[in-house]
């Protein structure tokens, strides 16, 4: 298990106290939105993909504060909710959010990218308490989620809902083109894909993304991806008998 400094004991003490009142000691059930970016920054080292990871923090925190119907405490609930990061080669939001949200201790975050810390450059289902999937090579996520509403419904369980997200980039990769045409003929209406969009994709669509989604039988909104409330609200939007994408725009990862 990684240990951490006393530097790092100092610098965590600092982001967990901040807005806290004085005398009072907070916990990490208590973490908002507003630490997240402080939290991030307690994970240091090469390799960080740092636009990967800031492009997704607030669609992240909109899940996992008011869509998501998974805790740690129902992490591996056969009725949970699941969300699959495939954008997992930028996964210190995630890490972030799983922490504020009490997955696993705060104190494993300064250990991020280390020989014996658990959060490594890409997820690892196995060692990250609340990964669904290991990940990082592009266009896996969204099949791998057609595969598990797939089995959600074979298993007589409509309930649960499936997320995943990926990157605009993602959509290079054809892999991602069989999965959203499979799941919209299959009528996986279970099925939701966040798709953060920092125009790092190669060629982009005509029309825009949400346009491929709908073009193959989806429901689908595009919206501003810092903004909550509209987050909030496509996230939750009704869609009967189809599959649900939304676009969330962020700023150029070069801006």
Known sequence: ?????????????????????????P???????????????????????????????????????RVLRVSPGTATDPDRDRFLLSKGHGPMAYYAVLAAKGFFPTEWLPGFGSYDSPLGHHPD???????????????????????????????????????VLIGDAELDEGSNHEAL???????????????????????????????RFETAGWSAATVDGRDHEALYAAFSAPHPGRPHAVIARVEPKDA
């Not at 530097?7 to 982001?15: F, I, M, P, Q, R």
């Not at 939105?33 to 492009?55: I, N, V, W, Y």
């Not at 045409?181 to 099925?191: P, V």
Request: proline share 4%; aromatic share 4%; hydrophobic share 40%.
């Open 125 to 163: 289902r196995l060692l990250v308490p609340g990964a669904e999937i290991g990940s990082g090579s592009l266009g896996h996520g969204l099949p791998l989620a057609v595969g598990s509403a797939l089995g959600l419904r074979a298993q007589g369980r409509p309930g649960p809902a499936v997320w």
């Open 1 to 25: 298990m990684t240990h951490l400094t006393t530097e790092a004991t100092t610098d965590l003490t600092t982001v967990l106290t901040a807005g806290t009142p004085a005398g009072t000691t």
């Open 27 to 65: 916990r990490d059930d208590t973490i908002g939105f507003a630490q997240l970016r402080s939290l991030m920054g307690l994970m240091t080292g090469d390799e960080k993909h740092g636009p990967a990871a800031t492009s997704t923090l607030d669609a992240l925190w909109v899940l996992y504060d």
């Open 181 to 211: 045409a499979y799941a919209a003929a299959a009528g996986l209406d279970r099925l939701h894909t966040l798709v953060i969009d920092n125009s790092s994709a190669t060629h982009g669509w005509r029309g825009g993304i949400a346009s």
